[in-house]
């Protein structure tokens, strides 16, 4: 019995990582957690969550929504800073709980709510324990809103 | 009274993503979350999570360690496979609950236990609603076991 799961979880597993069917595994907040890269520089942009609804947007408009896990909501990116996030493509990881999008970002062309492109500004520098940050992009907040990266 | 606290608020979040103090935010598992880059491709990866430990013997070590949430313990990536990460640069998000590794793969270059670079060799396609995935990295796996990547 226990080689008859086995092999059923491993059926599973490799079909999961090897099968062409898309089958996002949210976490149990209903949640799946997103890396978005810009099309154009290659960089890292930021980290956000979708939940299923986001998701489904994101596929039907073409245009990347996320779920704001300290707001509560859907949110359609760039709806108050105009930085829309076109999604050129997708990309699930070899477990499908996580997504990769590839995006070309509208307005400024900025992704962070500081104001800055990439929300990744600042390194991690000195020795361990005393570690402290150095800006990579010391540019201070260009949008003074705090809506600035709805 | 609110006006204090919402003041006291607002310090904080400006000392969070405005300061120089590394304060990575855990979340209630005690884990953060890391997207893992290539510093000379400059491909995503994998994406995947440290604990506290992990990340403090990251940053002493220079390699990088994750916390696997499926086998519930602490890991060193390549400790199995070859396939170490050599931290090159460790940056984090505008609000700390992020991390971005830019790291120099060991072995054969490949950072996913399926045997291919990257994790993310599948994009997602087909109009919504019935969506496959293609195969971005079509190689199959070239290594067998599933502790590979380990």
Redesign the interface.
């Known amino acids: 019995m226990a080689d008859v799961l086995a092999s059923s979880a491993s059926a599973a597993k490799q079909t999961l ?6 089958s996002p595994r949210f976490d149990r907040d209903g949640l799946i ?1 997103c ?1 978005t ?1 810009d099309a154009g520089s ?1 960089e ?1 942009l ?2 956000a969550y979708m939940n299923e609804q986001a998701l ?1 947007l994101t ?2 408009t073409g245009f990347v929504h996320y779920w704001s896990r300290s707001r509560g909501r859907l949110w359609r990116k760039g709806d108050t800073s105009g930085q829309t996030q076109k999604l050129l ?6 477990d499908q709980d ?1 997504l ?1 999008l590839i995006v070309e970002p509208g307005g400024d062309g900025g992704a ?3 104001g800055r492109r990439s ?6 520098s000195g020795p ?1 324990g005393a ?6 992009d010391a540019a ?2 260009a949008i003074a809103s705090d809506e600035a990266a709805r």
Chains 1, 2 share one sequence.
Do not use: I, K, Q
């Open positions: 990582e090897e099968g062409g069917v898309f957690v890396v890269r290659g890292v930021m980290l489904r596929l039907e493509e997708m990309r699930v990881d070899c996580a990769l962070c709510h500081t929300c990744f500004y600042r390194r991690v361990p570690d402290s940050l150095v800006f990579v201070g907040p």
